[in-house]
Structure formats: structure tokens, C-alpha cells
């Protein structure tokens, strides 16, 4: 089925930007697929549909597109750039790394393994590095190494990380916390075995940063299960392409993806895509023929728009307030409703000289984790440079952060960072931003947690249909909290859309 031009182009009562023209209105609107989310997931998805001759409309609630992919550029001195979301791209991440390349986007600075990424601590009000550290608790590093061993260890038995819930011992695993093994290698026994290297405060310090860091969120809220799946695509991905498993920050930013690749499919002549920025789905129903969509601009009447099929490509928590009009089989709707999502606050505070131990250090702090991002952003001129130190702060730390307002979350860090570094009134703030993702209704989170007895309850029913409304994102990926599960899950759901109209 096929719609005209004409029918296509009737579809908005407010005018979207200036990139796109604006359409006329109409009272019910048709389209073949209607998109939900402008973010990788979503624009990856309108890209293959209408590669494949399938009409898209895409809508989005914000005024951008790139969802959690956000770069900061207008806040900063010098040409100098921070990510307030998604900021670090895998070796591994293939289908992120082939658009970069499409758009001439090259990577910053030299791949760095994220082993060796932790470089210092700043604990009980001093900073240690180096061999002071395992003066501050002996045998830190290789109580570290042990934990890592047993949160990492069930990944070997895991052969398709698409499908954990098949491990051999799924439920097991995902009855299981962080916290679990934490507190096991704490008391010396790990799987009923004392061991002579246990974590200490500064190691459980160190195990607690890791959660809020890498899943954005504490220990207990983080499947063993889900820790099992996230290992074995790395160990799976590295042996399929033959490579080390390392990250590069983007020069330029993350943002230029999304930027591009909207530009790129606004710029087709065949009519297939439409992009409406502005607008809010608000209910949804379906029958075996059809899906009804209600859509807000905020300025008018909700608008009806009726579809082949819905894909819902962003974060699960903003569709928590839509109204299903067809009711939802009991599973789905729970998973819905229920998946965790990491709450993770970034504080960029941009400075007139760096005056700092280098590397990326964890502190006791409200910080939580340190790190200048713009350590490969350096000017020519030999004179004094600027730079911008991240504070990185996930869980129940980043939670509260959110709580405050952006202005307050500046000076709070700024603040921190001066004292954990030792810098006095004479180092200038030049420009700062904070982003607390969990604040903001469009996102709800940074990125999806599956929490103890999820990913054996909820991993398959969220991959897979509700008739003709289907989920994207990264949190239905099988590279579950990255940019390129976005642009993999938005491949994969416009994959089968196109087989089920075929």
C-alpha cells in the first residue's frame, strides 16, 4: 500500500524547522510507518525503511535529533567540545564506525583499553596513584582483578549473547546482584571458597564506581545476568572482527552522526521521509489492519495519524504516560513499566589553565569519577590552555544531582574538583553545563539497567512484536547502553517491519 505525495505531505499543525518545509494540515493523516524518536535508533530505522521504498514519518518530542547523543559546543572557549551524553565509541561498535566513516567523522586521540583507563583515587581527602595505592590498602589491584574475574567469569558459557536468557544457569545469575558478589568478596568467599584477596573500603569503592559508571547504577541494581550478557557480545563482537577491545572519543562530537544522517535523508527527492520535531505521541491503538496514532504538537488538538505499522524507537519511560488503547498482553506492559533505567548526571566545568594530575581518577566524593575530556582538544599556540574536567556521576549519586538545578550542580562540582585537585581561586571557570538525564521527561534515564530477574522475565518479550507496533532502541539491543545498539536495534525492527509488509 501506497499513499500519494500530496496525502504525505498533509500531516503537521505546526511548522517544523526551517530544514524541512512545512506541511499542510489535515484532520487524519496517513502514513505507511510512523516513527517514534529521533534518535539513532529511530533515524537508523527510517533510514533502512525507506531504503527499502517504505514511507516514514518520524516524529520526536524534542527540537533536535539525536536523542542521547548530545554534544555541548556553545558553552566553552577555544573551539573546545563536551558530550553531555554518549561520548566513547568501541572498537568493536562496527555499525557506529561505518557511519563515522560515511560522514568523514575520525576518532580523537589514540584507542585507549578500558583497563587502563583508572589512574588514580582521591580518597579520605587525598589523592593517591600509583604504588601509594596499594599502600592506602594492600592488595587493592589484585582484589579488583579477582572481583572483575568473578562478575566476568559466566560470560564463557554465554555462546549467544542475544539470547541470555538461555545461559545455562540464566536463573541463577539473574536472581543475583553486583552487590552479591561484592559483598562476597569482601567477607573472602566467592561461590562458598574463601580467598585471600579481599575488597576493602577503597576495592568496594572502586566495584561501586564501576556500577554507576559502566550500568548507571548501584550494585543492587544490576543483574549478574545482564553483566554475563554485556561480556560475552564484547568477547563474541572482538573474536568475530578480529580486534582488541578499546574506545576513542569522536572528533568533533558524537552529535554529527544524527546531525548527518538527518540531513541525508531530508535531502531524498522521493518524498518517503518526513521528520516533525515538536511532536508527542499521546494514545495508540491497533487491529489486525491497521495502528491509530494520536499526536501533539502542544499548541493544537491532538492529531490522528493511522499507520501499517508504529515503531517505538525511544526510551521506555516517556512512553509510560501514552495510552494504550488496545490493551497490552500483561508481560509486555509490565516490562514496560518496570525495566531499570541509570540515572546519570554529567557536570562539565571548563577551566583557563588544566592544572591537574592527568588520567581518569575515582573519588569518595559527590564526583564520583574525574576525567578531562579534552585531553586530545589542544590549541597550537604554546600559550596557557584551557581545558574541561567531567565529572561523571551515575546511580543513586546522579539521582540526587538531578534533583538540584543545573546552576547548583556546577557549583557543587566545580567546587569538588578544585579541592580534589588542589586548584585555588586563581583557576578561572571559562564555561560549565550539567546534564541529569534522569530530569528530563523526554528521557527518563541515560540508558537501560536490567535489574535482578529482568533479563530472564523481560529480555525476550520487549525484542520481540505487539502486532504492528514494535520497540527500538538500545534497550532491546543485544549491545544493550551504547550508540551502536541504537543504530542495531533500528536496523533489526525495520528488518522485519519490511518482511512483514513483503
Not at 554465554?158 to 545469575?173: F, G, I, K
Not at 491503538?285 to 493511522?306: H, I, L, P, W, Y
Request: charged share 25%; with cysteine.
Amino acid at each position: 500500500m501506497h499513499w500519494h505525495s500530496s496525502r504525505w505531505c498533509c500531516v503537521a499543525r505546526v511548522s517544523p524547522p526551517a530544514t524541512s518545509p512545512p506541511p499542510s494540515r489535515a484532520a487524519d493523516t496517513s502514513v505507511r510507518v510512523l516513527v517514534v524518536g529521533a534518535g539513532l535508533a529511530g533515524l537508523s530505522a527510517a533510514e533502512s525503511l525507506v531504503n527499502a521504498g517504505v514511507d516514514v514519518i518520524l516524529i520526536d518530542a524534542g527540537h533536535r535529533p539525536g536523542g542521547r547523543t548530545r554534544t555541548v559546543r556553545d558553552r566553552f572557549v577555544n573551539g573546545q567540545i563536551a558530550e553531555s551524553g554518549a561520548e566513547w565509541v568501541d572498537s568493536i561498535h562496527w555499525r557506529y564506525r561505518e557511519l563515522m566513516a560515511r560522514y568523514g567523522v575520525s576518532n580523537e586521540g589514540q584507542p585507549t583499553p578500558w583497563t587502563t583507563i583508572r589512574r588514580w583515587l582521591f580518597w579520605d581527602g587525598r589523592l593517591v596513584s600509583g604504588h601509594d595505592l596499594d599502600a592506602l590498602e594492600p592488595d587493592l589491584f589484585a582484589a579488583i582483578e579477582r572481583y572483575e574475574e568473578a562478575t566476568d567469569a559466566p560470560a564463557a558459557r554465554l555462546t549467544d549473547p542475544s539470547r541470555p536468557d538461555q545461559h545455562p544457569d540464566a536463573v541463577y545469575l539473574d536472581s543475583r546482584s553486583l552487590a552479591d558478589v561484592i559483598e562476597e568478596m569482601a567477607s573472602g568467599h566467592v561461590g562458598g571458597h574463601g580467598h585471600a584477596h579481599c575488597l576493602g573500603p577503597a576495592g568496594r569503592l572502586l566495584a561501586a564506581r564501576n556500577s554507576q559508571g559502566e550500568f548507571a547504577a548501584e550494585p543492587r541494581q544490576v543483574s549478574c545476568l545482564f553483566v554475563a550478557q554485556q561480556r560475552a557480545n564484547e568477547r563474541v563482537e572482538a573474536h568475530r572482527q578480529g580486534v582488541e577491545v578499546t574506545a576513542n572519543r569522536v572528533a568533533g562530537g558524537t552529535s554529527q552522526i544524527a546531525e548527518a544522517l538527518t540531513r541525508e535523508l531530508m535531502s531524498r527527492s522521493d518524498g518517503r521521509f518526513r521528520i516533525m520535531f515538536g511532536h508527542r505521541l499521546v494514545w495508540l491503538d491497533q487491529d489486525a489492519d491497521r495502528v491509530r496514532a494520536g499526536v501533539s504538537s502542544g499548541k493544537a488538538d491532538v492529531e490522528t495519524f493511522t499507520a501499517d505499522h508504529v515503531i517505538l524507537a525511544c526510551s521506555l519511560v516517556p512512553l509510560r504516560s501514552v495510552e494504550y488503547r488496545t490493551p497490552m498482553p500483561s508481560l509486555l506492559a509490565e516490562a514496560m513499566n518496570g525495566l531499570g533505567y541509570g540515572s546519570i548526571t554529567k557536570t562539565a566545568v571548563q577551566f583557563d589553565r588544566r592544572d591537574w594530575k592527568s588520567g581518569y581518577g575515582t573519588t569518595d566524593s559527590v564526583s564520583q569519577r574525574i576525567y578531562e575530556s579534552t585531553v586530545d582538544q589542544i590549541a597550537s599556540d604554546g600559550g596557557p590552555e584551557p581545558g574541561i574536567l567531567m565529572a561523571y556521576c551515575g546511580g543513586d549519586g546522579g539521582a540526587r544531582l538531578a534533583a538540584s538545578s543545573e546552576d547548583e550542580r556546577i557549583s557543587s562540582i566545580a567546587d569538588d574538583m578544585r579541592r580534589v585537585h588542589g586548584m585555588n581561586a586563581e583557576v578561572k571557570v571559562l564555561g560549565a553545563f550539567s546534564r541529569a538525564w534522569s530530569a528530563h521527561a523526554n528521557y527518563g534515564g541515560a540508558y537501560a539497567v536490567y535489574e535482578p530477574g529482568q533479563v530472564t522475565k523481560y529480555w525476550q518479550v520487549l525484542r520481540e512484536s505487539w502486532g504492528r507496533v514494535h520497540l527500538a532502541g538500545e534497550h532491546v539491543a543485544t549491545c544493550t547502553g551504547y550508540m551502536e545498539g541504537a543504530i542495531e536495534s533500528g536496523r533489526t525492527v525495520a528488518q522485519r517491519v519490511v518482511s512483514l509488509a513483503s
